[in-house]
């Protein structure tokens, strides 16, 4: 009897957790730090091209790929020592972790304490990095002063909105901008350094999380501004290559910027939440002065956050291949931003200047979530191409 034929699935995910493909593959190739979805890329293994990142690593699921000139080529962790190695299956089963492994009960229960302690620590050292880079993000907060009268009210001014006085927002004047090149193994230097608009993002216990900086454009309020232009900074790698003027730094999920807060005195409460600042400022600037209700206003960052995960399939994009369309359904286990308590109502805000489809798949997902939360929510999308703040800027010029 084989290997092959003593090992169960069991057996094999405890083989393929105790030697980590992002591991294995890294040694052949540097891989870029994992993304919001766990990915790793890096360079073609065959061919490999400066600036081009076609690999691709998933170490959750234990599998790899490769898109390289249309190659279909990846697979798991066998496969890839197959292919890179010349290691038939027993021959990989044996260079990580010995074939009687799988044949001895003592040695498989060592594999699964390996295993489990392996996990723990990878989960420590997880949190450890993550309450690092909230302590960092903390510190530039803290060193940030108050926004009335600095460039943050001219951008306000300039986006066709009032000053905002909130306690989630301050201001630095010469905030140093870090970017690292896609070269592998580059370190980050500083490339920008600039007036910033700083917004802390909070957890539901309203804990400090994270921190959503916007670089500001030094010629706001001045002569010298173009009313076309955002009002946001232009910032250039060192290659040229344009970079966003808006960043993030430590935590966000379940997280938001509370740019307003229940008020006190009587009134429905309406709950409005949208993905930037600019867009929730702008309408709940607007519900403000026409109606009544009691309104709180908060910012996601982005829209994974408002939608949190879904349960499901995703489907195929009708209109872009490759493309596809997040399922609707809220995985009740992992939410995102949920509303405030003694919300009686919610409004999500959803922008129309990204993929419509997708956008609403997300916002549904969310709206889904909170209604039967107890808030009863309802979506409002931009028109097609715009956002809610583009809208209010229109209709100013027009004024």
């Known amino acids: 009897m084989s290997v092959m034929a003593r090992l169960s699935r069991d057996d094999l995910a405890q083989v393929k957790a105790l030697n980590p493909l992002d591991d294995i593959i890294d040694q052949r190739t540097k891989l870029k730090r994992a993304n919001s979805r766990g990915i790793r890329e890096g360079q073609c293994i065959c061919n490999p091209v400066r600036g081009k990142w076609p690999l691709w690593v998933n170490a959750q699921t234990s599998t790899w790929g490769c898109l390289a000139r ?37 040695a498989a229960a060592r594999m699964e304490a ?44 300039h986006r066709g909105l009032d000053p905002v006085r909130s306690k989630a927002l301050r201001f630095s004047p010469m905030e140093a901008y870090w970017h690292a090149p896609e070269d592998a193994g580059a370190k980050p230097s500083i490339v920008h350094r600039g007036p910033c608009m700083l917004a802390a993002i ?28 955002s009002g946001k900074a232009e910032i ?40 930037g600042i600019e867009t929730v400022e702008t309408v709940y600037l607007a519900v403000h002065r026409g109606f009544g209700a009691n309104y709180c206003a908060w910012a996601a960052g982005d829209l994974g956050n408002i939608s949190g995960k879904a349960l499901g399939l995703s489907s195929k994009h009708p209109a872009k291949p490759g493309r596809w369309i997040p399922s609707e359904e809220p995985d009740p286990d992992a939410p995102g931003l949920m509303p405030p308590a003694g919300a009686a109502k919610a409004i999500i805000l959803g922008d129309g200047d990204s993929d419509p489809l997708v956008t609403m798949a997300r916002l549904e997902c969310a709206r889904r ?14 028109p097609e191409g715009s956002d809610y703040n583009d809208l209010a800027r229109q209709r100013e010029d027009v004024a």
């Open 369 to 382: 979530r909170w209604s039967r939360a107890g808030c009863p929510a309802e979506v409002r999308m931009a």
């Open 70 to 106: 249309g190659s279909v080529c990846g697979g798991d962790t066998f496969t890839f020592l197959e292919q890179f190695e010349g290691l038939d299956f027993q021959a990989a089963l044996a260079s990580m972790c010995g074939a009687e492994a799988v044949r001895d009960p003592e």
């Open 114 to 157: 390996e295993r489990a302690a392996r996990a723990a620590e990878h989960d420590a050292r997880a949190k450890a990095l993550a309450e690092d880079e909230r302590a960092k993000a903390y510190a530039i907060w803290q060193n940030a002063g108050p926004v009335a009268e600095t460039l943050v009210d001219a951008y306000f001014a």
């Open 202 to 229: 909070q957890g539901p216990d309203g804990r400090f999380l994270g921190l959503h900086r916007t670089w500001l454009d030094a010629r706001l309020g001045t002569a010298d501004m173009p009313r076309e232009a």
């Open 236 to 275: 250039l790698a060192a290659d040229g290559a344009p970079l966003p003027a808006k960043k993030m730094r430590g935590g966000k999920q379940g997280g938001a910027i509370r740019l307003h807060d229940w008020h006190e005195g009587s009134g429905e409460r309406v709950f409005l939440c949208g993905e």
